[in-house]
């Protein structure tokens, strides 16, 4: 609708005044069709030794528009597509990120304060069991044996960057990996109402935990998103997410619940490999199902930090550290019927490489030694 009355704007302008100076025509212009947004969470987490990046494209609504993005920290520093923090030891602790989006008047657009929290990885002083919970996005297990690699050493996809060879680290659960050293919860297609109506926690604690849980990550809510279009009202996932969330807290109040973020698609085409033009997530492109998705990350911040929850959870920002514009998988085709040369395209619109997993992974493990040590 907004654009709808931007467009209205410009037509009055052209049709009834014409006789203004084209100079303040333009500005006006200009100024109108600015319109973006930051979408990240309100806290980071970093590992001494450990590179951070936040990538800009993942934490900006619109970011095709004309903006200037401000990032002020006393920490790391900014490059064209990211921001980059590689800790050291007196960069322990806590410290402020101001990010704002200035219009081309120098007039601010939006802004976020983020606070940034360091810390020295250590071994925990007794067993820590973790869980990893997900749709499929996490059935395949790429996120949940990456981060045991860089916790504790066993065997994953990469070698860099190192382990840290925290051995009283334990990633439990059903799904496990060849060599039965980590373990993860995962199907395909399932959504936070499915885990309500199906997962027992105690049950599950009891047959696949060792009968105690720490820590568990929960990644869900992009199926959900699949079948509503960028406008549609988000509240029943909150409400499930909520549930959810709470039914692990009646059952282990000790343990800490970390909520993943949803991540951006492919932004390449390949939401158009997966999704025809008949579809929802097929309709809107890549900018409508990126506003959806920047929805429901902002409101699971806003859960994270209720009355009601805030004291055990924890709302982890994956999708701010998540380089969207590179962590899908492509293929070159021809440019098309009489050009020359090749196209380079998306061929899966929602699960990564590789590459993706481990960075999803990268952030989980941030997390996990800032909040349970």
């Not at 983020?114 to 990885?121: C, D, Q």
């Not at 698609?265 to 158009?272: D, E, H, T, Y």
Request: proline residues 3%; hydrophobic residues 35%; negative net charge.
């Amino acid at each position: 609708m907004r654009y709808f009355f931007s467009f209205i704007m410009i037509l009055s302008l052209l049709t009834c005044n014409l006789s203004c100076d084209k100079e303040e025509f333009f500005i006006t212009w200009e100024q109108e069709r600015i319109e973006t947004s930051l979408s990240i969470g309100s806290e980071l987490y970093a590992v001494v030794g450990d590179t951070l990046r936040i990538y800009f494209q993942s934490i900006l609504i619109n970011s095709n528009s004309n903006y200037i993005l401000g990032l002020q920290c006393e920490k790391g520093s900014n490059y064209t597509n990211y921001w980059q923090y590689i800790p050291k030891a007196q960069d322990v602790g806590e410290c402020p990120m101001y990010l704002s989006i200035y219009n081309i008047d120098g007039s601010i657009i939006a802004e976020k304060a983020v606070t940034l929290t360091t810390k020295i990885a250590s071994n925990p002083s007794k067993r820590t069991n973790l869980l990893c919970i997900g749709n499929s996005l996490m059935e395949g297990g790429q996120t949940p044996i990456e981060l045991s690699r860089r916790l504790k050493g066993t065997s994953g996809f990469y070698q860099t960057p190192q382990s840290l060879f925290l051995s009283n680290y334990y990633l439990t659960g059903r799904l496990q990996n060849q060599e039965k050293t980590v373990g993860w919860e995962g199907t395909g297609g399932w959504t936070w109402y499915k885990y309500i109506q199906t997962l027992n926690i105690q049950n599950y604690v009891s047959q696949y935990c060792d009968g105690n849980i720490d820590c568990i990550y929960l990644q869900l809510g992009i199926n959900e998103l699949l079948s509503l279009s960028p406008f549609e009202d988000q509240t029943s996932i909150i409400d499930n997410a909520k549930k959810l969330i709470s039914n692990i807290h009646k059952a282990y109040p000790q343990c800490k619940v970390l909520l993943g973020s949803v991540l951006l698609p492919s932004q390449n085409g390949g939401l158009g490999a997966n999704y025809p033009a008949n579809e929802v997530s097929g309709i809107y492109g890549e900018r409508g199902f990126n506003l959806k998705v920047h929805k429901l990350n902002q409101a699971y911040d806003s859960l994270a930090h209720s009355e009601e929850l805030a004291s055990f959870t924890y709302f982890i920002d994956n999708n701010a550290q998540f380089d969207c514009l590179h962590a899908y998988p492509t293929q070159e085709i021809p440019a098309g019927n009489y050009e020359e040369g090749v196209e380079i395209i998306g061929t899966n619109g929602v699960h990564p490489t590789n590459v993706g997993y481990a960075q999803i992974a990268a952030g989980i493990f941030r997390a996990i030694v800032c909040l349970t040590q």
